[in-house]
């Protein structure tokens, strides 16, 4: 006996510029429409391997492309704190296999579901306010 295949929905539809703290847009060589193809084929990846959970929470975050991170990142959107972004440096990205993609999509979904970017979040938060 098969599992059924699970219904596919697309990531969000576009890439964003938007503007945390610290990043730095990236001069892309890499097309907005280029990496959002590579993210979605990613997703479908790890779909077809049965892998739903870094699927959907993959699904959950928007694709943002930037250099000022070396390879891959996953953040809360400023934009809505109940979002997250998954960061790349777009020469990162571009260099990457679909299946590579998928884990390092895998990887930072990990993050998400074990919270890692809420604490994250909450630490710098206090420090800030501690700073002052």
Partial sequence: MSTPRRKKTDPPKALEETKIEGLVPSKKKMTDMQALSKV???????????MYLAAEVAKLGRPLLTTS?????VAVDPKNDKKIVFMFNPDFLESLTIPDSAFILAHESLHVVLYHVYYMKKILNLLRRHSK
């Fill in 40 to 50: 979605k084929e990613a997703i479908a990846f790890l779909d077809d391997k049965r």
């Fill in 69 to 73: 991170i070396p390879t891959a990142g």
